[in-house]
């Protein structure tokens, strides 16, 4: 079955480092778009960045430029988000999200980062 599983969250201070992996299965990975998603507390899920199929596009919200990279290795069928320079704004549990066209849309099980001195 499809699976889409997170890793690599916890606590870090500000201005931290931290990196997401996310590892999936039960699906052609590589045909998929995949992005990252969180969810702050008491707040809506938001797009954090996304990466093309074959890894030749990214985008980022404007709230993570130049500090969030997110990359793909689809030997691995891993997805990964790169956090530097993390604030307390950053505190969220981050989702893994795969999709392909309209109708195939994948999530996981979401990871927490907290960012805290």
């Known amino acids: 079955q499809v699976q889409l599983v997170e890793s690599g969250g916890g606590l870090v201070q500000p201005g931290g480092s931290l990196r997401l992996s996310c590892v999936a299965s039960?699906?052609?990975?590589?045909?998929?778009?995949m992005r990252w998603y969180r969810q702050p507390p008491g707040k809506e899920r938001e797009l954090v960045a996304g990466i093309s199929s074959f890894g030749g596009s990214t985008s980022y919200a404007d709230y993570v430029k130049g500090r969030f990279t997110i990359s793909r290795d689809n030997a691995k069928n891993t997805v990964y988000l790169q956090m530097n320079s993390l604030r307390p704004e950053d505190t969220a549990v981050y989702y893994c999200?795969?999709?392909?066209?309209?109708?195939?849309?994948?999530w996981g099980q979401g990871t927490q980062v907290t960012v805290s001195s």
């Open positions: 039960g699906f052609t990975f590589g045909y998929y778009a």
């Open positions: 999200n795969a999709v392909q066209g309209s109708t195939n849309d994948y």
